[in-house]
């Protein structure tokens, strides 16, 4: 059972997010998973530590649970009791080197989906800090190209110490808003879309999101939502990949959005995803009145309740030859 944030028995929430939360899931468990504390992960980085000899290093002061549905993932809890024990993961020495990375299991899903291989090249349209892109440089082996790029300088910083943390030598770093990608003159074997949002999924690390929320703000960050993935896909191969993730829960910002490219693009193809160990939440194929392609059944969304994570959504989208679709 996730144990719950202290003081958090009379927090405000607004009767538009009760409201608009209780037409899509079980309100009693998403409050209580969204109330309760967060379980701290690591992914090992392979690029510089295998992870047999990873855990042989943790294992001494640190509990390791494999996340199933990444090989390099464990949920990660301090063995000792007592404050004269060090809890924090982050002053380790295998963090230090770059040996591990901190974050989320179910961020470390939207890498896993993208697959990618040495040799492509590979976009992460939105990419700061760099969790993702660091789990997509250590799938690649350093080998091929990726793009990391991120449109405000300031948080270019974090990407860079943290790609150079973990060793990883095929990346660049880029600095501009993503849909400029578009006349770029490049094409792309894979792209990640990790969009920008309204962050109602991470409540458990993030307790402000329940104060700052309103619909109009969702309606707003959507309309960049759909340029962002219009521009991953146009600037994607033929049979090449894109992934779409958001740790939004809205179904403006997910079922929404891939439902606005597949009406926009028949190249565009749902993948079904499908991952060891990781409970699927309940799509949403219709909200406020907007029927979503059935297609948008083969995304992921992920409910805190459903695997005790943050909330996450996950959409697989290839880009079909065009006389293919033509018939």
Avoid at 124 to 147: F, H, R, T, V, W
Avoid at 187 to 213: E, N, Q
Avoid at 276 to 292: H, P
Wanted: charged share 30%.
């Amino acid at each position: 059972m996730p144990k719950p944030i202290p003081d958090t028995e009379n927090i405000e929430i607004k009767d538009g997010f009760k409201e608009r939360y209780s037409q899509m899931t079980d309100w009693d468990e998403f409050k209580k998973y969204s109330l309760s504390f967060l379980r701290r992960s690591i992914r090992v980085n392979t690029l510089k530590i295998s992870v047999v000899d990873c855990k042989k290093r943790l294992e001494k002061d640190w509990k390791l649970d494999p996340i199933p549905w990444c090989r390099e993932g464990f949920w990660i809890d301090h063995k000792g009791k007592g404050d004269e024990y060090r809890r924090d993961i982050g002053n380790t020495v295998e963090h230090q080197l770059g040996y591990i990375y901190i974050q989320e299991a179910a961020s470390m899903v939207p890498p896993v989906v993208l697959d990618p291989k040495p040799g492509e090249l590979v976009l992460d349209m939105c990419a700061s800090p760099g969790s993702k892109a660091s789990q997509i440089a250590q799938y690649m082996g350093n080998e091929g190209m990726l793009i990391a790029n991120d449109f405000q300088g300031k948080r270019l910083a974090a990407l860079g110490i943290n790609i150079q943390r973990m060793s990883i030598s095929n990346e660049i770093i880029t600095l501009m808003k993503g849909h400029q990608f578009a006349r770029a003159g490049l094409a792309f074997d894979r792209v990640l879309v990790d969009a920008p949002c309204s962050g109602t999924g991470t409540i458990r690390k993030s307790l402000k999101t329940l104060r700052i929320w309103n619909p109009n703000m969702v309606k707003k960050i959507a309309g960049e939502q759909r340029r962002l993935i219009e521009t991953g896909f146009s600037i994607l191969k033929e049979g090449g990949t894109m992934v779409y993730s958001t740790c939004s829960l809205e179904p403006e910002e997910n079922e929404g959005i891939v439902d606005y490219l597949l009406t926009k693009y028949p190249q565009a193809q749902v993948e079904k995803i499908s991952l060891k160990g990781l409970k699927r939440g309940t799509i949403i194929e219709e909200f406020e009145g907007k029927k979503y392609s059935p297609e948008v059944q083969k995304c992921l969304r992920l409910w805190p309740q459903d695997n005790d994570t943050e909330g996450f959504f996950v959409a697989k989208i290839t880009k079909q030859n065009n006389q293919k679709n033509n018939g």
